[in-house]
């Protein structure tokens, strides 16, 4: 597909259809590639974004070079919205006691001494 032929929508669609895809997992040399087991969007939606970027990146730099016409249609193209933020999660109780109870015991005083 030629940049100068590119949509707003289409990228868009590109960009969704890449969040949709199960993550790819390295192989052995000399086998066959397959795609993992299929993560949380959040992950894969991270993932589009940043693959996103560096493709914008690389059509910025073309229209910089006057190599295309408009450079709108990407433009018009956001990221996912609230996929890098941190997740905040606290250890549960019983998550908390197998933790203390998995320390060494030097290490284990440190982390169960009362604040």
Not at 45 to 73: G, I, M, Q, Y
Not at 78 to 99: D, G, P, S
Request: glycine share 2%; with cysteine.
């Amino acid at each position: 597909m030629e940049v100068a032929s590119l949509t707003a929508e289409r990228l868009r669609q590109w960009r969704d259809e890449l969040s949709k895809a199960r993550p790819r997992v390295r192989s052995q040399k000399g086998e066959t590639r397959h795609n993992g087991k299929a993560h949380d969007g959040r992950a894969r939606k991270a993932s589009a974004n940043r693959t996103f970027t560096t493709l914008r990146a690389a059509l910025n730099r073309a229209f910089a070079d006057e190599k295309v016409p408009s450079d709108a249609a990407w433009r018009k193209v956001e990221n996912f919205k609230n996929v890098e933020t941190a997740r905040l999660r606290y250890l549960t109780l019983a998550e908390a006691k197998r933790f203390i109870n998995a320390c060494p015991d030097d290490f284990r005083r440190l982390v169960s001494k009362p604040f």
